[in-house]
């Protein structure tokens, strides 16, 4: 989903276009032991992951219903911010000290959390969450495809550049391009679509100037999600008026949507990282827009033509062939 993507110390990227990347080193499993072991099994929270990953572009749409986009965005990021902000206290976790690790972590926040956030709730004013969800999905093609010419040690292959190829087409496909896009809000399309490939530069941005940074994930990631706080709240008073009433549904939609979409889903992402790896807890990212198409269908009753969850299953099926590696 739209997620908040977090600055990570590590040399790979991700592959996920909706998880945050993976956490920092962590201890050895025998030096950890089963005693940290979390009480919740990982299958449970990658369940969990998911459906609040899938529910948040219903979450987004919900609350635009009372607010402008800016302001959805401004109380997700703080009621994500609150999230994590608690949790560095508990576990005493150190801001960056460097005054150049924060200059990154500004333009991070810009690109993975305040224009992408923003740009999915402005899209949502005009098409459905289902069609959002599906837009978020291609990310990791805009990904593979950036990749290739930002960073040198991503080298194409047949099976990557097929997969390319392929995620188009379902894009296409969820478009209805045989029938000349009628029907498509053009611009909300649009501004969906620049949101997700939003994620994928602000990784190469991180993974080009915050590796090797020193601090830990956590703080990072916290960092990030207080300075996009901070960028809309300057930019929100700018486009938008105080809201004269607050109602009740669409302000629960957008505490959840940051708390547990921006704030929780963050920590289950690290967690599922460090215990089964990455390669496994990025496969959530190809669950969000089948649970995002449902969400909207039975509790939005947006409509679906046939093309629109075939079309998904090519991005979906495009994106994996990007991400996916030949054994040795």
Not at 160 to 168: C, D, E, Q, S
Not at 306 to 316: Q, Y
Request: charged share 10%; hydrophobic share 50%.
């Amino acid at each position: 989903m739209s997620a908040p993507t977090a600055p990570r110390p590590a040399t790979e990227p991700s592959a996920s276009p909706a998880a945050p990347p993976e956490a920092p080193a962590t201890a050895p499993a025998s030096a950890t032991g089963a005693a940290r072991r979390p009480a919740l099994d990982w299958r449970l929270r990658f369940a969990a992951l998911s459906l609040i990953w899938g529910f948040s572009f219903l979450l987004i749409k919900v609350g635009t219903d009372a607010y402008a986009p800016f302001q959805v965005t401004l109380g997700r990021l703080l009621s994500g911010t609150a999230v994590l902000a608690v949790v560095m206290v508990v576990k005493r976790e150190r801001l960056p000290r460097s005054a150049r690790t924060w200059g990154h972590l500004a333009v991070a926040a810009f690109f993975l959390n305040a224009l992408p956030f923003s740009l999915f709730a402005y899209a949502e004013l005009s098409i459905p969450s289902t069609l959002a969800g599906i837009c978020n999905a291609t990310s990791p093609l805009w990904g593979m495809a950036l990749s290739l010419v930002a960073l040198s040690e991503d080298r194409p292959t047949r099976r990557r550049v097929a997969g390319l190829g392929l995620g188009f087409l379902g894009v296409l496909t969820v478009l209805g391009a045989w029938q000349g896009f009628s029907g498509l809000d053009f611009s909300g399309t649009a501004m969906a679509l620049l949101a997700s490939l939003s994620y994928p530069v602000g990784w190469i941005y991180v993974r080009r100037t915050l590796a090797g940074s020193g601090a830990s994930t956590l703080a990072l990631t916290g960092s990030q999600l207080f300075l996009g706080t901070v960028q809309l709240a300057v930019v929100t008073p700018l486009f938008t008026t105080v809201p004269g009433r607050f109602p009740v549904l669409p302000t629960l939609a957008v505490v959840a949507l940051g708390a547990l979409g921006t704030g929780l889903a963050v920590l289950l992402q690290y967690g599922l990282v460090n215990e089964v790896g990455p390669t496994t807890a990025q496969m959530v990212t190809y669950f969000i827009p089948v649970i995002a198409t449902a969400a909207g269908v039975a509790v939005l009753g947006e409509r679906l033509s046939w093309n629109t969850p075939v079309g998904a299953l090519i991005v979906l099926a495009g994106a994996a062939l990007t991400q996916s590696r030949r054994r040795a």
